[in-house]
Nanobody, 120 residues
C-alpha cells in the first residue's frame, strides 16, 4: 500500500506563513494526483489544493492567492505553502494521494492529518 506522512502543522499567528509537507512511501506504486484537504471543527472535509503529475493545479476559492501547492515527483512528496494565514484556515490538514498499487488498484490514500491553528 501507500503510506502518507504529513508534517509542518503548528500554531501560527494570523498573517503568518507555514509550509506543510507530505511524503508518500511504499513499494510498486504510482501516483496520479496529490492534494491537501482540511477539516475544521463542525465542518466537512474540503479540498484545499490539488496537483496532478503534470503539475496542473487547482485551489479552493478561499485560498487562491495565498496558498501554493507543489510537488516533487522524484520524491513522491507534495507541499503546501500557506501565506497570509487567517483564523478561518484553522483545521486538520490531510494529505491525499490518488495512487495505484498492485494490491489495491487505483484508489485514494490518506495521511493521518496535521493540525494547523491560526490564532493570536
Amino acid at each position: 500500500q501507500v503510506q502518507l506522512v504529513e508534517s509542518g502543522g503548528c500554531l501560527v499567528q494570523p498573517g503568518g506563513s507555514l509550509r506543510l509537507s507530505c511524503a508518500a512511501s511504499g513499494s510498486s506504486f504510482s501516483i496520479y494526483e496529490m492534494g491537501w484537504y482540511r477539516q475544521a471543527p463542525g465542518k466537512q472535509r474540503e479540498l484545499v489544493a490539488g496537483i496532478t503529475s503534470g503539475s496542473m493545479r487547482v485551489y479552493a476559492d478561499s485560498v487562491k492567492g495565498r496558498f501554493t501547492i507543489s510537488r516533487d515527483n522524484a520524491k513522491n512528496t507534495v507541499y503546501l505553502q500557506m501565506n497570509s494565514l487567517k483564523p478561518e484556515d484553522t483545521a486538520v490538514y490531510y494529505c491525499n494521494a490518488d495512487a495505484h498499487t498492485a494490491v489495491t488498484g487505483r484508489r485514494d490514500f490518506w495521511g493521518q492529518g496535521t493540525q494547523v491553528t491560526v490564532s493570536s
